[in-house]
């Protein structure tokens, strides 16, 4: 009897201590989102995030994302060599660094574990200027009826003498 009572203990207490892992990307998991650009006022599109292939390494793992497709040029698919909207891969590290590379190869670093005010480099820019991120919030936020806790991020783009810059985005397709 007291060893049942130590085996529904350890249960209870492995179910309660689950951690978020606040990862980017979750393999196995398709997700869609709508996006209005300012671009194209009146036009939805639909962006979907659905890992087809994953490299598993020592440290990290390799993710990429099916090939969507390309409304914008009549509805053909993307050539293989061509990026998705989320970039050509994703980088997931053992240590929680997701890292997003764009079609340049350039990388997108968000920090999955970093805690409350934390700070680093989102984005290196030219000339050592770059994009800073930093977590100003951590809470439970509740959203078509599921309760998670959710990181807010500041960004700041400052110079290499750390001095903030006012950015403006272009976008272009």
Same mark, same amino acid.
């Given at each position: 009897?007291?060893?049942?009572?130590? #085996?529904?203990?350890?249960?209870?207490?492995?179910?309660?201590?689950?951690?978020?892992?606040?990862?980017?990307?979750?393999?196995?998991?398709?997700?869609?989102?709508?996006?209005?650009?300012?671009?194209?006022?009146?036009?939805?599109?639909?962006?979907?995030?659905?890992?087809?292939?994953?490299?598993?390494?020592?440290?990290?793992?390799?993710?990429?994302?099916?090939?969507?497709?390309?409304?914008?040029?009549?509805?053909?698919?993307?050539?293989?060599?061509?990026?998705?909207?989320?970039?050509?891969?994703?980088?997931?590290?053992?240590?929680?660094?997701?890292?997003?590379?764009?079609?340049?190869?350039?990388?997108?670093?968000?920090?999955?574990?970093?805690?409350?005010?934390?700070?680093?480099? *989102?984005?290196?820019?030219?000339?050592?200027?770059?994009?800073?991120?930093? #977590?100003?919030?951590?809470?439970?936020?509740?959203?078509?009826?599921?309760?998670?806790?959710?990181?807010? *991020?500041?960004?700041?783009?400052?110079?290499?003498?750390?001095?903030?810059?006012?950015?403006?985005?272009?976008?272009?397709?």
């Amino acid at each position: 009897m007291r060893k049942n009572f130590f #085996v529904i203990l350890f249960f209870l207490f492995t179910q309660l201590s689950f951690a978020q892992n606040y990862r980017t990307i979750n393999a196995g998991i398709t997700s869609h989102f709508i996006s209005l650009f300012s671009f194209a006022p009146g036009r939805t599109y639909i962006n979907s995030i659905s890992i087809d292939s994953v490299y598993i390494a020592s440290g990290y793992d390799e993710l990429f994302n099916f090939m969507s497709v390309d409304l914008l040029s009549g509805g053909s698919c993307f050539p293989a060599s061509r990026s998705t909207w989320i970039g050509n891969k994703i980088i997931q590290e053992s240590s929680g660094n997701d890292y997003f590379l764009n079609i340049n190869s350039d990388s997108i670093c968000i920090q999955t574990q970093a805690n409350l005010n934390d700070t680093w480099h *989102l984005f290196e820019l030219s000339g050592g200027d770059y994009i800073q991120a930093k #977590v100003i919030s951590i809470a439970n936020e509740n959203f078509i009826g599921l309760t998670d806790s959710v990181k807010t *991020l500041s960004l700041q783009a400052k110079n290499s003498s750390e001095i903030i810059f006012q950015m403006t985005l272009i976008h272009s397709r």
